[in-house]
T-cell receptor, first 113, second 113 residues
């Protein structure tokens, strides 16, 4: 079993829709949770990060962590064609940062104009 | 502030040759991580370095792969006697001390013919 599971998609939604992306994990030591966006043939770009359980909002993006269920989500409101990319969840268990990240396989998202 | 820089962006090697991938972290970042991304797979951790020290190499193949981050100059990931299975995108990330945020470079795409 992989430590982090992510539905690879592809996921296609119309412009303006709310997008929900999800990951589950098995390692209860994970405490820091991140979402990266990766455009084709580019490096991953850090979008959101959260510590432990709870919600965090940044513009059109909301990251949600439920440690009791080992489940994290990223919501994108008012989706735009420019949001079309692969979204990667990542996590680690560092107490003081500076530790390797464990990634999901990524979900490929297409926003249809 | 320049981001993480990697070169070359594309590298073609024949089987048996050596590949050297370079990474210059963001200014002020003293921690470097290397990840590998195979087609249709997520990023896999390889090695974590600080200046002149390897902190975690649990993801590095036991043979042919080595990494360094000297006191002066970029971090280097070296692959000796490359094989076709080494063809992948190699990403470098950097972070400042005591931080869980990792910022990625554009990657080096290695093709072994």
């Amino acid at each position: 079993q992989k430590e982090v599971e992510q539905d690879p998609g592809p996921l296609s939604v119309p412009e303006g829709a709310i997008v929900s992306l999800n990951c589950t994990y098995s390692n209860s030591a994970f405490q820091y949770f991140m979402w990266y966006r990766q455009y084709s043939r580019k490096g991953p770009e850090l979008l959101m990060y959260t510590y432990s359980s709870g919600n965090k909002e940044d513009g059109r993006f909301t990251a949600q962590v439920d440690k009791s269920s080992k489940y994290i989500s990223l919501f994108i409101r008012d989706s735009q064609p420019s949001d079309s990319a692969t979204y990667l969840c990542a996590m680690n268990g560092a107490n003081f940062g500076n530790e390797k990240l464990t990634f999901g396989t990524g979900t490929r998202l297409t926003i249809i104009p | 502030n320049a981001g993480v820089m990697q070169n070359p962006r594309h590298l073609v090697r024949r089987r048996g040759q050596e590949a050297r991938l370079r990474c210059s972290p963001m200014k002020g970042h003293s921690h470097v991580y290397w990840y590998r991304q195979l087609p249709e797979e997520g990023l896999k951790f390889m090695v974590y370095l600080q200046k002149e020290n390897i902190i975690d190499e649990s993801g590095m193949p036991k043979e042919r792969f080595s990494a360094e981050f000297p006191k002066e100059g970029p971090s280097i990931l070296r692959i000796q006697q490359v094989v076709r299975g080494d063809s992948a995108a190699y990403f470098c990330a950097s972070s400042p001390p005591r931080s869980y945020e990792q910022y990625f470079g554009p990657g080096t795409r290695l093709t072994v013919t």
